[in-house]
């Protein structure tokens, strides 16, 4: 579990929504886990943390294309590599069942990815996306 008083927060109120959305979800997921929720609930738990990440991630590449952002490329090579992990993650769940597996992947891969994606990427990017003032409201 994290606590979202934990998550780094950046200089765009939307990303941070999404980032506490996220970890919400994530912890939702964890929860299923440790109370030994049945497969199919922790399976949807982790469809539904999926589909976010592809949306939240979908939405970072869109508004760093619109702003031009120099390291857009590298941004998005960090964002494809995690959800392949995480697809695999998901796959080896459905076919292994190994729940402390799926805890570990969870807690100490995702988690610990995303808050050094948000310190070490997310956050020079909203820097630079606030810059134009057309991105303030986001």
């Known amino acids: 579990m994290i606590e979202t008083a934990h998550i780094p927060l950046v200089s765009l109120e939307s990303m941070n929504t999404t980032h506490l959305e996220e970890v919400a979800i994530l912890n939702t997921l964890l929860e299923s886990l440790n109370s030994n929720a049945d497969f199919k609930t922790v399976s949807e738990g982790f469809e539904t943390l999926l589909s976010h990440m592809q949306q939240h991630f979908e939405s970072e590449e869109k508004l760093m294309q619109e702003a031009q952002y120099p390291s857009f490329r590298m941004h998005k090579g960090d964002h494809d590599k995690v959800l392949n992990e995480a697809r695999y993650a ?40 606030t810059q134009f003032e057309k991105y303030k409201g986001f």
């Open 90 to 129: 998901e796959m080896e769940w459905r076919n292994r069942k190994d729940v402390d597996a799926l805890r570990e992947y969870l807690e100490d891969e995702l988690l610990v990815w995303l808050d050094q994606h948000i310190k070490a990427m997310d956050t020079p990017m909203a820097d630079f996306v």
